[in-house]
């Protein structure tokens, strides 16, 4: 039955993968001469159902939102393990409990920045923020209990922004950990991003701790070494790992234009060339997770173009590879 149960999920991954935009398309939509150019490129492609004839920057995000809606739904019927695939949407609930959380200290209504995604769901997180935390799962229940804590004791909202990214990558290291694909993933991306957050503290005037990450290689004792120049230190200290250009060419980048925008493609880029390795697998978890991982580069993309196209700002040699 598990052998069959891969199969399936495999067979149908093949075939969604067909309608994945492909490196001609995403050229056509960068070439584009106006917004609506881009627009009637996109519409030949699943996004386009959701779309109108001529969307604004709301009617983009939406359709995007609803594809990738579509697609978890998709997932969540055809994962052999749904408790994995149903983690990678985790970073929707850290979002959607940002904003909920918000709004109860500001009194805003922010209900407008949520999105329909997430493991938890924006209702349920609602709801356990209002006092029912059998509306949650009893982990998510208790990160909300602490960032409520964090709040009365702190009085600071970027305290609980930080704690609850904290939390994030310590539940996705800790639910990837029997995934070795995932993990060394997931172990990438958060030195990646761990370099990135310690160069902005530095600018910010952030505690780096504040933002450090778990589930990667870089102790958080070894940035405590960093005295001076951070971007010579971690090209040095990274010479000889798998993402060592990623750090030389991007953070080079970073001294020269005070910009962290090419190391941000370049991590993407990285990531994205090893998580293409999931099609190498068959009778496994990880070509669904590569095909989750392929929408979500895509979408990112789309709303990148169709954004930046209507807001008239150059896109070329800014926008990351996608799924090929």
């Not at 519409?43 to 920057?57: K, M, R």
């Not at 979408?299 to 700002?313: D, P």
Request: charge should be negative; include cysteine.
């Amino acid at each position: 039955m598990t052998g069959s149960k891969y199969a399936y999920a495999f067979g149908r991954i093949k075939a969604l993968e067909v309608g994945l935009i492909d490196a001609s398309q995403l050229k056509r939509m960068i070439d584009a001469r106006t917004a609506q150019d881009a627009v009637k490129i996109v519409a030949e492609t699943p996004y386009g159902s959701y779309l109108s004839e001529n969307p604004d920057i709301p009617d983009i995000e939406r359709a995007i939102l609803q594809e990738l809606e579509r697609t978890y739904q998709i997932i969540a019927k055809i994962s052999p393990d749904k408790a994995i695939t149903d983690l990678l949407q985790l970073k929707y609930d850290i979002h959607n409990l940002k904003i909920i959380l918000k709004s109860q200290i500001t009194g805003h209504d922010l209900s407008h920045l949520l999105v329909p995604l997430g493991r938890e769901g924006p209702v349920a997180l609602r709801a356990a923020c209002d006092g029912d935390m059998k509306a949650v799962s009893p982990e998510i229940a208790h990160v909300i209990q602490k960032s409520l804590s964090l709040y009365q004791e702190s009085g600071d909202f970027q305290k609980v922004q930080f704690f609850l990214d904290r939390e994030h990558s310590r539940l996705l290291s800790e639910g990837l950990a029997t995934t070795p694909f995932l993990q060394k993933y997931s172990a990438y991306a958060v030195d990646l991003e761990n370099i990135r957050n310690f160069i902005r503290a530095e600018k910010m005037g952030i505690k780096f701790a504040e933002v450090f990450l778990s589930g990667g290689t870089l102790a958080l004792a070894s940035f405590s070494e960093i005295k001076d120049q951070a971007a010579d230190y971690f090209m040095e200290s990274t010479r000889n790992s798998d993402f060592a250009s990623v750090v030389h060419e991007g953070l080079t980048a970073y001294q020269e234009t005070g910009s962290l925008a090419r190391y941000e493609t370049l991590v993407d880029n990285f990531l994205m060339e090893y998580m293409k390795k999931a099609k190498t697998y068959s009778l496994s978890l990880e070509p669904v997770i590569g095909y989750l991982f392929a929408k979500e580069r895509e979408a990112k993309v789309v709303r990148q173009i169709l954004i930046s196209k209507m807001k008239g700002i150059e896109v070329t040699g800014r926008v990351s590879d996608v799924y090929e």
